[in-house]
Each structure stands twice: as structure tokens, then as C-alpha cells.
């Protein structure tokens, strides 16, 4: 008897491969100084992010989201998967903030899916990594400066860039050190996460709702969350 093949399966694990797809890489501080309230924030934002994703039907089918943390270790919590299939998280702080090598984790696992993609034929849009962090990298400076050099190469591909990198800084973050990463940093008042992740949800939904290769405008980023200020100017809309 032979056995029989999902579709899932012959699509190399990506489910509705007749849909556009977005790969979403949340790349979440959680070194000793999130203990507490901030942690608590984080997961609770995170539940509830899956599950507003989940209520749009086209989002559901075209977004896929993984998670990797990062303190003194880097760790791939959740690889990529339909947003409905993303296992419910429990995050625990500890340990020193190594960004760069989480960065560099997180450009892998966003090739590697893009590649997956295109070798069955799916279109894609273009990726996002999304890092929440609230401390200075105790990656070295050598490491930082080629983390920020790949994060450059691979939004400058192509016509359009093949990524879109976010930072998101909370209380002692070193905006300087994030200002060489990306121009789309953002500064979050406290470690009040629910918010930022509505708005991540909103984009999320926006971009799924286009066709590939659209100039998608965001909506306005929510109470307590700003660009930083050395680009207080530029519109989100043309991040």
C-alpha cells in the first residue's frame, strides 16, 4: 500500500503554496534585565498577536512567523510555520544580550524559508525581522559591524531589497548602536509590548491583503511607541 502525500508535504511543509506568503522573524531580547513585568508583557503581547493574526483569513493563510531569542545564547524557539500552527511560548529572561550573532540567525532562517519558497514555486513577499530589544549588545564591535553589513546587503538586493529589518528599543537601549543596524528604529516608553504588537498585527494584515511587490502604507504607530529621533521626519508610511 502506498502511502499518501499531503499537499503540505509535496510543498516542502508550507500549507496554502497557491498563496503569496510572508515569512516574519521575531527576534526578541531576553537577557536578565527583562525579568519581571517586561517578560510577563512580551509573552502576553505575543499570545495575543497569534491569535488576532489568526482571525484574518488571508493573513492565517499567507503569513508565517518565527521566533528566535537571544541573551547569552541565541536560541530558534519557533522555525517557520502557518501563523495557527505556531506553538503557544513561555519566555524566561536570563543572561547577557548577544545580538549580533541572533541577527545573524535570523538572516539565515529568512534565506533559507525564501529559498524554500521559491523552490516550489510560491511567491513571497518581501520578509521581515522584527528585534525588540532593551539593553546594549555585548556582541563585539566586530560582530555588531558585520552584523549591520549583512542586514545592509540583503536590504539593498535587487531593485526593492530582499528584507526589511526593524528595531524596536525600549528604556536603556543604545540608539546609536541600532541607528547602524537600520533607519527604522523605534522607541517604545516602557515595557508595555501590547500595543506595538497590534500595530505589527495591522502591517501583518496590510501586507497580506496586497499583491506582491506593492507599496504597502502602515498605519501610525500606537500610544508609547515613536521613531526614534534621528529620523523623526520620515513618514512610517515609507518604511
Not at 508583557?41 to 488571508?58: G, R, Y
Request: aromatic share 6%; net charge negative.
Amino acid at each position: 500500500m502506498s502511502e499518501q502525500i499531503t499537499k503540505e508535504q509535496l510543498f516542502g511543509g508550507i500549507a496554502a503554496p497557491s498563496e503569496p506568503h510572508m515569512a516574519c522573524v521575531l527576534l526578541l531580547d531576553i537577557s536578565s534585565s527583562m525579568k519581571g513585568a517586561p517578560i510577563q508583557s512580551l509573552n502576553e503581547a505575543i499570545a495575543k498577536f497569534k491569535q488576532q493574526v489568526c482571525q484574518d483569513p488571508l493573513a492565517r493563510k499567507r503569513v508565517e512567523v518565527a521566533i528566535v531569542t537571544f541573551e547569552t545564547h541565541v536560541e530558534i524557539v519557533s522555525d517557520f510555520m502557518p501563523i495557527d500552527q505556531m506553538p503557544a511560548i513561555t519566555l524566561e529572561p536570563g543572561g547577557q544580550t548577544h545580538m549580533a550573532e541572533a541577527i545573524q540567525v535570523a538572516i539565515d532562517l529568512v534565506k533559507k524559508r525564501t529559498r524554500e519558497y521559491q523552490g516550489v514555486g510560491v511567491p513571497c513577499f518581501k520578509p521581515w525581522i522584527f528585534m525588540i530589544t532593551d539593553g546594549v549588545s555585548m556582541s563585539t564591535p566586530e560582530a555588531m559591524q558585520e552584523a549591520a553589513a549583512r542586514i545592509h546587503e540583503e536590504e539593498s538586493k535587487g531593485s526593492n531589497g530582499r528584507l526589511k529589518f526593524w528595531a524596536l528599543g525600549v528604556d536603556d537601549y543604545d540608539k546609536e548602536e541600532l541607528f547602524k543596524l537600520t533607519d527604522r528604529v523605534i522607541e517604545l516608553q516602557q515595557h508595555e509590548f501590547t500595543g506595538i504588537f497590534d500595530w505589527l498585527v495591522d502591517s501583518m494584515s496590510a501586507i497580506s491583503k496586497s499583491q506582491v511587490g506593492d507599496r504597502i502604507e502602515l498605519d501610525n504607530l500606537p500610544e508609547g511607541a515613536g521613531m526614534a529621533a534621528d529620523i523623526e521626519e520620515r513618514d512610517v508610511s515609507e518604511w
